[in-house]
């Protein structure tokens, strides 16, 4: 108990510290507005000279209009015509004063803007009413200030009443006493800038500030305090009753938590990763039952606090400033969104052309890749990189349209972000968009296919992968080989499969034998080999190429078609076994014999077909020279 007694002091010493912080941050605030004035230099001082001047020809004109009533209260009744040119002469002075207001009302009404009023404090650090304009050597803010503090004075008088306030004229203005000290005096200035007479505007604010230090005297009774005070001590007291229940029963709940470990709370699997074991899942359900407890035990002193602070007449502020801080930015929001909901229904209308739009060009799509719909010279496998480029297109058009509708997208700020992530995309992606391109280039080039053997630059394998940025090839080695597509558009390809299934893939290597071997045998022994391979066609026929006739050999190219372009690693090998074991079955040797230029009694290497038949192997010639 004494330890939740001290953590409900906190927080409420908490809570009353940030209110007071934030009172005193704002009196501070209001005191350096006070010091500014808000009118521009140059606009103020014309005004004041425009003023002077009108004020200068009222006082002529009183003057005169003062000695024109005094010349025709002489007159004696027989002067009429004396009294009919005093009349006129007044009427027009009355004329010049009428011009004259409208001229300030004129100059008031061109300052209304730009002016800054100046509040008159209550009691309680409420506005009375607002003065805007100077009085004699008093500013504004001068006025207001002393005002404030003459209206403060009255509480200090235990005989006030509403009815001790009196309204007094006095040469051009009117002043609001309180036995013989003024309270304020009300100009005609200030019944322009208020919209009103000065008659008006004196009873007016007569009633105000009447009513101000009446509703003070009430407030600040002793019997009135004595039920503040209780209701205050009520409050508190129901506050720690529900706290106190409160952490009990989130105390239980925690108890009850510990003891599901292992019944019902057994951790948590996703598939075969354990997210949360026993132990874990315990701590976290834990850690949000603590969470929430905060939480409550935090609304419910916020929601009390208002209600506490607005039982004082000292400290209503405080809670007009704690509801602030939650409903100001509520209502901000509600606001912001409903006076946004035009742009977010456009933006969704915009978004739901955009996405049938796309809907109508995949079911396109869809039916050209299917071979339901053919185009003259485009082919299936153009379909779905075309529509991708076309729905990237798309998009970004539907975003160029958005953005406009897009909160703070005329923001200084948001645009420069914006341009700052287009040079980061610009110049930070050069080489990945030349991939792209190079990408795109490729698929309507139509080089190569998924599954297709090829060789690109010294790299051979089949293709498994095509994406915008590389093109993804496995060897016979089953290695995956990753090459970049702008290295592919810069290399030479060669597609063992595109005419496979057609023409079929020509397989074809090459050995060399000795001029002493007849050419027609080695023609059979290699149709023979060629003949004995799997997966080597019947038809078209293989046929042998003399591809050169070299210094001591003959190159020979056995050439066979076959339509598994995919396998030619093991019809490679089969070939070269069967052309071994046919050369041997016929006595070809396999080699390429070198010679040398003596051939005094070596055999000549013409096949014995081709010799005469007393042809024999010359003798060796032995020259001995004796000395």
Known sequence: MKNFITKTAFLLFLVVATATYSQEKLAIKKDSIKAKDSLNTALLTEYNSKIAQIEKQRIQDSVKRAGLESKLNSLKTTDNLKKEALLKQIEELNNQDRIRIEKKKAQIDALRSTAKAYPVKGFFDDTLF?????????????RADAISNRVQQLADHFTFTKDSLKIVPSETVLDITYGEKIIMSISENDAIWNGSSKEALAQKYQSIIANSVSHYKNETSTSTLIKEVGTALLILSILAIVLFYINRFFNWTALNIEGKKGNRLKGFTIKNYTLFDEERQV?????????LKWIVNLVLIYVTLPVLFGIFPWTKNFANTLFGYVLTPLKNIGLSIW???PNLITIIVIYFVFHYVLKGIEFLKEEIAKGNLQLTNFYPEWANPTYQIIRVLLYAFMFVLIFKYLPGSDSPIFQGVSVFLGFLFTF??????SNVIAGIVLTYMRL?????RVKIGDITGNVIEKSLLVTRI???KNEIISIPNSTVMNSHTTNYTSETLTQGLIIHTTITIGYDVPWKTVHQALLNAADRTNLLLKEPKPFVLQTSLDDFYVSYQINAHTKDANKQAIIYSDLHQNIQDCCNELGIEILSPHYRAARDGNRTTIPESYLPQDYQTPSFNVNMDKK
Do not use: E, M, Q, R
């Not at 607002?130 to 050597?137: E, M, N, P, Q, T």
């Not at 701590?283 to 969470?291: A, E, P, R, Y």
């Open 474 to 476: 496995k060897t016979i």
């Open 448 to 452: 190569f296919k998924i599954g297709d």
């Open 339 to 341: 006076n946004y909901l």
């Open 283 to 291: 701590s976290f359900v834990l850690f949000l039952n603590k969470l």
């Open 130 to 142: 607002l003065i805007y304009s100077k009085l004699g050597s008093f500013s504004a803010s001068d």
């Open 428 to 433: 930070g992606s050069s080489g990945a968009l």
